[in-house]
């Protein structure tokens, strides 16, 4: 997802209250890496013909892919977490600043997303001349487009244009939402208000929200893990942050034994992971040159892949129809195009439009 810095590297802070950094954390990138991979495979798993094909001939991959790679959710759930409190600490003293962070957040994200939309509508309305599959969105309304404007589409039940952009929406609210939170403990004067109320949403998520599927439209559902994030920060400032950080996993191993849920155990792990890292430059010595420039570059067009990785899927099942081709192997090649597209208009879509775009700022 949008790319952010953290203490200890050379950084700046930007207008939409992230964090700029001149030098990548490691392991950040290779986390969003990991995680937008996995989303993209968890969908050429699940949707087309090539997908139906694959499995005839590896039944247990596809299925581990469908059933599991895309809990790689709380990766960037955790991530994000760990990564928005950093630039709203700075700002979150001031309430016309949190209300301008949270309108530059809205931008930062809805700017690459509708403009990746239109590449979905596109390849939407290509794909159906050779596909009758519900896999690919019908023409879209008036009132979809509006509702995925104002990132309100799942809320208000609107069928998504492309898969998984329910993230975006929920993305914003849980930066919104942690913004007020912020702002609510700086403006009480209590330093120990804002790390109290995120746990205790944290708790309110792990124990009740997130057991509710009628919430996963909404932010707290989602907040057990993205408090995480931000709690495993905050831990990390601490001169001896290992008692914190114990009874941060006691709340959430209690959580799992209340109900086990494996998005959460991976969470869990996420943040741990976070919380032992390497600061600076210390997560790539010893690493090859060309890794860490690749896991850097990668990393950082994660959101662009994850945007639009979808329409090329839709796109290639259609060339895979329409050549008349079918069976395993050929659903393999098609897939590998896929995936190579997808990669490479990534790396184009971050560096041709999402970076111009995140300039466009409110003033």
Do not use: C
Not at 87 to 114: C, D, H, T
Not at 274 to 301: E, H, N
Request: hydrophobic residues 55%.
């Amino acid at each position: 997802m949008p790319s952010h810095g953290m203490p200890g590297e050379l950084t700046k802070v930007g207008r939409d209250g992230s964090v700029i950094l001149a030098d990548r954390q490691l392991h950040l990138d290779a986390l969003k890496l990991v995680g937008s991979q996995l989303i993209l495979l968890h969908h050429f798993s699940a949707y087309g013909p090539m997908a139906d094909a694959v499995a005839e001939i590896a039944p247990g991959t596809t299925r581990w892919l469908f059933d599991y790679a895309r809990m790689a959710v709380q990766i960037f759930l955790v991530v994000g977490g760990f990564l928005a409190v950093q630039g709203l600490n700075s700002v979150a003293q001031s309430e016309g600043k949190v209300l301008l962070a949270i309108g530059r957040r809205y931008l930062r994200l809805v700017l690459p997303f509708m403009a990746a939309l239109l590449f979905a509508v596109f390849s939407a309305s290509l794909s159906r001349y050779w596909l009758s599959a519900d896999f690919v969105p019908a023409a879209p309304s008036t009132g979809q487009v509006v509702a995925h404007a104002l990132l309100l589409h799942g809320i208000l039940g609107q069928a998504s244009l492309s898969a998984g952009i329910w993230y975006v929406a929920i993305d914003f609210q849980l930066f919104a939402g942690l913004a007020l939170l912020l702002w609510g403990g700086q403006r009480s004067k209590r330093p120990w208000l804002a790390p109290a109320l995120v746990l205790g949403i944290v708790a309110a998520s792990l124990f009740g929200f997130n057991r509710d599927e009628a919430w996963d439209n909404w932010a707290p559902y989602f907040f057990g893990a993205y408090g995480l994030g931000v709690l495993v920060y905050w831990i990390r400032q601490r001169s001896r942050p290992w008692s914190m950080l114990v009874l941060l996993g006691g709340l959430v191993l209690l959580a799992l034994f209340v109900d086990f849920r494996t998005r959460i155990a991976l969470a869990l792990a996420v943040a741990l992971l976070l919380a032992m890292a390497p600061r600076g430059r210390l997560a790539s010595q010893g690493l090859p040159a060309w890794l860490v420039r690749a896991t850097q570059i990668l990393g950082r067009s994660s959101y662009a892949l994850f945007l639009l990785h979808f329409p090329v899927l839709m796109l290639v099942s259609a060339l895979y129809v329409s050549l008349g081709w079918s069976g395993p192997g050929p659903a393999m090649t098609g897939l590998a195009l896929g995936w190579t597209a997808s990669v490479v208009l990534g790396l184009a879509f971050e560096r041709w439009v999402e970076r111009p775009l995140a300039r466009l700022q409110l003033a």
